[in-house]
């Protein structure tokens, strides 16, 4: 049996195994002499796909061809196809194509690939989450879990330097996204008597629209601006080839600058060869203001933990490589800060959780060689004995009733499960119809990120919740309409339960005066006729 653990990345990807001592390792992607793989996708003609560096390349020349950052849509509602040569695809079918290419890696190894485990973001919600395990399936592989990729980085540090009872805050900068997470180790009892270290996530942060892709378009400009002061001319002169050839040696400069104090480029401006040497220091001032507002969001995550309680800060994804972000880092929490292959450290947590989660299933460690002979890999330790990742509700979820208790009816979204609760999670509450009569109940379950007791939700022209709220960051799951017995009053108690476990949230509303038992699995919305209005809703208390 092969088990992988796999980071789908927003710009890059990387799949990793144990080797035969244990330890986690990247299939290293040779075609691109990398450890990774990027996450974009062309669509070159109807018989050529192609995943990775290439596909990157055809970013400036061929746009309309090339998909990238479809994670930001995965599991989303209303979200977009790309259609080529008649066919359309949707993010999950292009992040499968990705996960297809990890595939390959292993394949032209001789390896074989079955087990996963795939990281997602610690704020997704249940929708993506399904939508990221449906990739998964899509490309041939068995997804015996998620884990969040916060959790899998801590794993992969904790299995490297394993010490009890830390609380670890994770900033995670990478190409396109910005996750502060602070996780924490704390020893506790197994169901079977032993003691496991337990990993839980306390408090998340960050800005899905902050990367390494900033970046490099204040180097782009830069170095726009430089051609333009040496050869004289205007930025409305550079003609479009020389703004794709700056565009295509951006990010590599920007590497280079990782490594060495200057770094020198050369463009084609109008024909004419220029060379535009760029000093560290310039970079690093040109983006102070991006590194500060990285920072913003550690200290406001750190409103939730204090900054003393946290031990040791991981820095994980590819753009942490910055001396700049080093720098910054250590200079807010002097002595904690490690580093350790931060583009693959996902990867590598990912692949120590899947071969635990195959020890459990098996009793026995995974056999990872490549030629798949009986010898069984020598682990330094039986990391199940260990480790016990804690299944956590990574939303609020709960219906939408009507709150009577004022001189005007509002609607309400009333949390029953809070963020961050053990998963599975479950809560009751009995609620009332709104009129005597009522020969229908919308009930309709949400999702948001607030650990308040109750949200109101922006509701449209008719009064109905929005399906989206990005101020109160609800979402709408789904809904189940329940046809009440004829003259039911308006005090007929309507039992209301969610239960959140990892395949979604189930609801069921039970009326206890007849028993009857109404119930449904939510995932995706029910696209039922009814007749938007308040009138259907349920109410809070009773006359
Ligand atoms: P993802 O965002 O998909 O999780 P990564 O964590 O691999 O991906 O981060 C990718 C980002 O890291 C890109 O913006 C890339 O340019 C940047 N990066 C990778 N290596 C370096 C480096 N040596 N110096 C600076 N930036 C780097
Ligand atoms: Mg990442």
Known sequence: MSTYGIDLGTTYSCIARLDSNGNPEVIRN???????????????????????????????????RVVQFVKRSIGKRDTRTYEFDGKTYTPVEISALILGRLKNLVEAQGGTIEDVVITVPAYFGLEERAATRQAGELAGFRVLSLINEPTAAALSYCARQFQEDRTILVYDLGGGTFDVTVVKMSMTQRGDGRDVQKITVLATGGDDRLGGKDWDDRLYSHILRACCEENGITPEDVEAETRQDIRSKVEETKRKLSKKQSAKVRIDVNGSR????????????????????????????????PADAIDVVLLVGGSTYMPMIINAVENKFPGKVQQHDPDQSVAKGAAIYASMLVEEETGSATDNTASGDSKAPTRPEQLTSKFTVEDQTPRSFGPGVMDTSGAKP??????????????????????????????????????????????????????NPQATDPAHNVKLLGELIVKL????????????????????????????????LFETFLRTESEIDVEKSAVHQLRISSD
Request: glycine share 4%; net charge negative.
């Open 485 to 516: 017995p004829e003259n039911t009053g308006r005090n007929t108690p309507i039992k209301v339960t969610f239960k959140v476990d990892a395949s979604g949230v189930h609801v069921e509303a039970v009326n206890t005066k007849t028993n009857e």
């Open 30 to 64: 040779n075609e691109d002499d990398s450890n990774t793989v990027a996450s974009v996708v062309f669509f070159e003609n109807e018989n050529n796909v192609i995943v990775g560096q290439a596909a990157k390349e055809n970013v400036e020349t061929d746009g309309d």
């Open 410 to 463: 509002k609607y309400v979204l009333e949390n029953f499960i809070k963020i961050g609760e053990k998963m599975p999670a479950t809560f009751s509450k009995t609620y009332y119809p709104l009129e005597d009569n009522q020969e229908l109940v919308r009930l309709r379950a949400f999702e948001d990120m607030s650990t308040e007791e109750t949200v109101i939700p922006s509701v449209d022209e008719d009064g």
């Open 274 to 305: 220029t060379e535009i040497t760029i000093k560290r220091s310039e970079f690093e001032q040109m983006t102070s203001d991006i590194v500060a507002k990285t920072m913003n969001f550690v200290e406001s995550t750190l409103e939730k933990v």
